[in-house]
């Protein structure tokens, strides 16, 4: 049996002993199943939301607001990262800023973004882009600075100048520690997505979905709801994985653990 069967077969008996706990908890207990669906009602209740459309609907609104989200603040928190790792003084004076905005929760924003920026789509981007901006930017400040310096010195021998040395030196080799961030952003971003950004200021979506259905007293959609939105993170990490490599292949780099005892050398100097 190879490694990919292996795996699956894992996956399928950690969630048959799930569902085997979860049937056998309804069972042993007096709890009403309209409190607490049974797995065959939240089956159901799934293979409703996929015939009659509803759940493509709000989950295409999910995926749109996430990725412009995600992507805006995936793109400014690099540069900026790649410019204050680069700039000693200035992020002295920078970061004091940033770590007091940064444990603040962006739901707790909620109440201004909405009288900001109304109802729809833009609340949920904001939030969704407060969510994933501190942790790229820290990421990146922090690996530019554990550049080393000696392939600024040969890309000064070389006489390699900006943009040059930021894009073809620093960048490369400070992605995969830059890719950790890009984790721990995508993780935080889609669970303040979906617990916060559309359920607040929001009238679609995956996180409308379970609100709707709370409200129509639907535990079953509710559950259904909370399955599709893990199903979609871990897709969605995944993705995320595979772009990390196919950048790091494109660069010539390696994942920082695969580099004990040997340094990360960018395409560019070898």
């Known amino acids: 049996m190879n490694n990919l069967s292996k795996k699956a077969l894992n996956i399928f008996i950690g969630f048959a002993i799930l569902i085997a706990i979860w049937q056998t908890v309804i069972l042993v207990t007096t709890i009403n199943e309209n409190l607490f669906p049974t797995p065959l009602m939240v089956w159901e209740a799934i293979i409703s939301l996929i015939a009659d459309g509803t759940l493509f609907v709000h989950l295409q609104i999910s995926l749109f607001r996430f990725a412009t989200g995600y992507i805006l603040a995936v793109v400014i928190a690099i540069i900026l990262g790649l410019f204050l790792g680069r700039m000693e003084r200035v992020w002295n004076i920078v970061d004091p800023i940033v770590q007091v905005l940064r444990p603040v929760a962006p739901i707790a924003w909620a109440p201004f973004i909405v009288l900001w920026f109304g109802i729809g789509n833009a609340p949920a981007i904001v939030i969704i882009f407060i969510a994933a901006f ?137």
């Open 134 to 270: 501190f942790p790229v930017l820290l990421s990146t400040v922090s690996a530019v600075k554990k550049v080393d310096k000696t392939y600024l010195k040969v890309a000064e021998n070389l006489e390699i100048k900006q943009p040059q040395l930021m894009m073809k030196i620093i960048l490369p080799a400070a992605f995969p520690y830059i890719a950790n961030g890009l984790h721990i952003a995508l993780g935080t971003a889609w669970i303040f997505l979906v617990s916060g950004g559309e359920m607040v200021g929001a009238q679609s979506g995956l996180g409308y979905l379970i609100v709707d259905a709370r409200n129509l007293l639907r535990l079953d959609l509710v559950l259904a709801g909370i399955i599709f939105i893990g199903l979609c993170g871990l897709i969605l990490d995944k993705l995320i994985m595979v772009f990390e490599k196919w950048i790091q292949k494109q660069w010539g780099v390696a994942q920082p653990q695969q580099n004990k005892g040997r340094k990360i050398v960018p395409d560019t100097l070898c």
